[in-house]
């Protein structure tokens, strides 16, 4: 079934120590997103692709990076993970014109 | 920009009574708007879309959502709810064109008791 994969569904890293957090879809959306959703909260946008183009959120901390190598392919890093970015973070996908995101099941992260 | 409200952050319910969930939006173009649901520690997943046309939409697990342009709302409805609908619901809405950011209410988590 085409879908969203994120891998690792759950990451333990320690403080300051870079993470990198993958999506994959096999959907063929031109529309990426990274969302962090923290503990009885709506999910936040982070950033997003939109074909190749890279769109950051204004207030997404420099600490978050994202790659997008190809369509299939997304990645987050965080280059020194504090406490308060532990949370999940959830990849989704769309079509331009009101499809929907498909989301993937999500990478629950831990900050030790 | 874009906003949701979602005007319940619980709803308690018993098992095979109806419920609804209620949300409002606020925009100055036009937009579609989405229902998901999300189980303790997976993703979210789409229950019910509005684009255009009939204001009555229906979704998957029984559930339907009315889009009333006047009121700028888009309240979820189910007339009989199971313990497995226990979850908690996002309303959100995204600008037509563009890359369709969603903007995501708070939440609503629902509670179906025995």
């Known amino acids: 079934d085409a879908m969203v994969i994120q891998n690792p569904r759950y990451q333990v890293t320690q403080f300051g120590k870079p993470v990198t957090l993958s999506c994959s879809q096999t959907l063929n959306h031109n529309v990426m997103y990274w969302y962090q959703q923290k503990s009885s909260q709506a999910p936040k946008l982070l950033f997003h692709y939109y074909d190749k183009d890279f769109n950051n959120e204004a207030d997404t901390p420099d600490n978050f990076q994202s790659r997008r190598p190809n369509t299939s392919f997304c990645f987050l890093d965080i280059r020194s993970p504090g406490l308060g970015d532990a949370a999940m973070y959830l990849c989704?996908?769309?079509?331009?014109?009101?499809?929907?995101?498909?989301f993937g099941s999500g990478t629950r992260l831990t900050v030790v | 920009a874009q906003s949701v409200t979602q005007l319940d952050s619980q709803v308690p319910v018993f098992e095979e009574a109806p419920v609804e969930l209620r949300c409002n939006y606020s925009s100055s173009v036009s937009v579609y708007l989405f229902w998901y649901v999300q189980y303790p520690n997976q993703g979210l997943q789409l229950l019910l879309k509005?684009?255009?046309?009939?204001?009555l939409v229906k979704g998957i697990n029984g559930f339907e959502a009315e889009f009333n342009k006047s009121q700028t709302s888009f309240h979820l409805r189910k007339p009989s709810v199971h313990i497995s609908d226990t979850a908690e619901y996002f309303c959100a809405v995204s600008a037509q064109g563009g890359s369709e950011k969603l903007v995501f209410g708070k939440g609503t988590k629902l509670t179906v008791n025995p």
């Open positions: 989704a996908t769309t079509l331009t014109g009101g499809y929907g995101y498909t």
């Open positions: 509005y684009l255009s046309g009939s204001t």
